[in-house]
């Protein structure tokens, strides 16, 4: 009898132990702090139009996680599917474009195009697939030279550009609303010891790259087509910035678009998460804090920024036409 009952307790002893041994390198939570996995992010990817990914820049598990995310969409929507990304410039979608079609080598787009120090790390592998598959890859961010000038004099100095370069931004005036979180903490991050007015165009700095990138987003969706755009997460947390563009594009028209935001973080331990995460996006990835970095964080100097007035500028353009099929070419690089 006491052998039957070893031979019994044989098996739960060593899941007990091989439990104890696995170190896993992330755990997925719903938005109100449920366990929940990748299958289910999965489900509800499939079931949305645009998909905000929001990384960590320089976590690997994120970029992981990407390409996985990305493949396993592909596998489900072909040619539906389309990239987007921060790390590429509106002015670099040509050489993407070049790139993806195959008509120019590897090193010349590498050397040509504006890439980020960790690209061949953690994009390379997107873009890669991205052009073995065939998939539509769109840069949506904000060339650095205009970012900047808005660092420098606020919106106002977007003025200057040429009406040939305004079609890599976002439409002027744009629109922006002071009291939001997201911007109201940046203000609040960089304000101690700063001038008040370069506070506030930091501020106004991240709301033009938001803007930017909801707006390219929003010109290369069309119904049936499903948007996965890679950003950090401060551009998409609490269901702000980036979004909070798309949704001002989308209440001037009748379409019904479904956007799932996907956030991540650290903690020290990953077993449940933080009450300060909660609500942060619809799924939020959760990994442990002393995980490997790919480079080192790029410091706060280095954020574009937004306005502190209380102020709103109203579009100028009227809504536009709810897109065909296949949405916007980019291939002229606007």
């Known amino acids: ?25 992330y755990h997925i939570f719903t938005s109100k702090g449920k366990s929940t996995d990748y299958e289910d992010l999965l489900k509800a990817s499939k079931k949305s139009e645009i998909i905000l990914f929001g990384e960590s820049h320089n976590n690997p598990i994120c970029h992981w996680l990407e390409l996985r995310l990305a493949k396993d969409l592909y596998a489900a929507k072909k040619d539906r599917l389309v990239l987007g990304a921060e790390m590429f410039e509106r002015d670099n979608q040509l050489l993407l474009n070049e790139y993806l079609s195959k008509m120019i080598r590897k090193k010349d787009f590498e050397a040509e195009a504006k890439l980020w120090p960790n690209y061949k790390t953690d994009y390379a592998p997107i873009t890669d697939f991205a052009r073995e ?23 106002s100095g977007l003025d200057s550009i040429n009406s040939a370069e305004r079609g890599l931004i976002a439409p002027l005036p744009i629109k922006y609303n002071p009291e939001l979180k997201c ?9 101690d010891g700063m001038p008040a007015h370069m506070s506030e165009n930091i501020a106004k700095a991240q709301a033009i790259k938001d803007a930017t990138m909801g707006h390219f987003i929003m010109k290369n969706w069309a119904d049936s087509i499903v948007i996965l755009h ?103 690089d606007d």
């Not at 739960?12 to 896993?24: I, K, S, V, W, Y």
């Not at 911007?183 to 304000?191: E, F, L, N, T």
């Not at 280095?302 to 980019?330: V, Y």
């Open 1 to 25: 009898m006491k052998i039957k009952l070893l031979l019994l307790l044989l098996p739960f002893c060593l899941f007990l132990e091989n439990g104890r041994a696995e170190l896993p390198a």
């Open 183 to 191: 911007y109201k903490d940046i203000m609040s991050m960089i304000g």
């Open 230 to 332: 890679f950003n950090g997460s401060y551009h998409s947390d609490d269901h702000l910035g980036i979004e909070w563009y798309l949704q001002e594009q989308i209440k001037k028209t009748d379409w019904v678009v479904r956007i799932l935001t996907i956030t991540t973080v650290e903690q020290d331990t990953i077993d449940n998460l933080d009450k300060e995460y909660l609500g942060k996006a619809d799924f939020i990835i959760c990994i442990p804090s002393d995980m490997t970095k790919t480079q080192p964080p790029e410091p706060v100097s280095a954020m574009p920024a937004m306005p502190a007035t209380s102020t709103e500028a109203k579009p100028s353009e009227k809504p536009a036409e709810k897109p065909a099929n296949g949405g916007d070419d980019d291939d002229d």
């Open 133 to 155: 598959k065939n998939i539509k890859f769109i840069a949506t961010d904000i060339p650095r030279r205009y970012a900047a000038i808005v660092n420098m004099k606020g919106f």
